[in-house]
């Protein structure tokens, strides 16, 4: 096994078993799209601890991204996750920056939505983290720079929202640590990702963006708009690895 996975393991018992933490990912395929969006479109999704990144005047950042977890330490799973960037609120925090160099490039992503493949990954990432997950099928093609994925209703028959097409004039660049918020038991946690690998960063894509409707990540996706926005940034990659620390 590599250095990198060198951190020692805990057993933490889930209402689907028993899992390690931290979770190692030993091969992570991934492709992610960011969007511009309404800063008050953001406000509806975010809780009264954090408040939008705001990347110029009535401005924020909104992420939808698709994973494939070919190999982990809690098994084989896709997931996908839309995200918000934000910063704690400077009415409950003292510490309000929305970057934080030392831990990641990134600013800090609340996430709105993760739906996942397999029941364990739901139990360890709800009772661990509180990341808002559901079990849904999730369809994930990553063939060089052309990508279709997708998320389905439970029962397969209706589409609830699918990122496809090709990126183009991409730089390769290391893959960065990922910072997200999520609210357990109603305390904000801010949990560091670290990623290896390289990703490619494509400012240019032909992209296609559908989502459904009649289910609450659509209704989501509906409120930010994307229906209408084309992705300003679109990194992806292959054969990554992550550590979800505990």
């Given at each position: 096994?590599?250095?990198?996975f060198k ?32 800063t008050?479109?953001?406000r509806?999704l975010?809780p ?22 070919t ?21 409950h ?29 739901y ?7 509180g ?6 099928p999730?369809?994930?093609?990553l ?11 439970a029962d ?15 730089i390769?660049?290391?893959?960065p ?28 894509s032909?992209?296609e ?14 409120v ?22 505990a």
């Amino acid at each position: 096994m590599s250095d990198y996975f060198k951190e020692p393991q805990h057993p933490v018992n889930t209402r689907q078993g028993e899992i390690a933490l931290p979770i190692f990912y030993y091969n992570t395929a991934c492709v992610f799209a960011s969007f511009v969006v309404d800063t008050c479109a953001t406000r509806q999704l975010l809780p009264a601890v954090l408040e939008p990144v705001v990347i110029a005047p009535g401005k924020s950042l909104a992420t939808v991204a698709f994973f494939q977890y070919t190999d982990s330490s809690v098994g084989a799973y896709n997931e996908m996750g839309l995200a918000i960037a934000a910063r704690p609120s400077r009415h409950h925090f003292h510490n309000t920056a929305a970057w934080h160099p030392l831990q990641s490039v990134m600013p800090g992503m609340f996430i709105v939505d993760l739906p996942v493949t397999t029941a364990i990954a739901y139990a360890a990432g709800r009772e661990c983290w509180g990341y808002p997950k559901i079990v849904v099928p999730i369809d994930f093609s990553l063939r060089g720079s052309v990508f279709d994925c997708k998320v389905l209703a439970a029962d397969r028959n209706d589409l609830l929202c699918q990122l496809r097409g090709q990126a183009q004039a991409a730089i390769p660049l290391f893959a960065p640590d990922l910072l997200t918020y999520t609210l357990r038991d109603g305390v904000l946690l801010r949990t560091v990702i670290r990623m290896r690998g390289r990703m490619q960063h494509s400012l240019l894509s032909r992209v296609e963006w559908q989502q459904g409707q009649n289910h609450h990540l659509c209704d989501h996706l509906q409120v930010l708009g994307l229906q209408q926005q084309r992705p300003v940034l679109l990194p992806y990659g292959q054969g990554l690895q992550a550590i979800l620390p505990a």
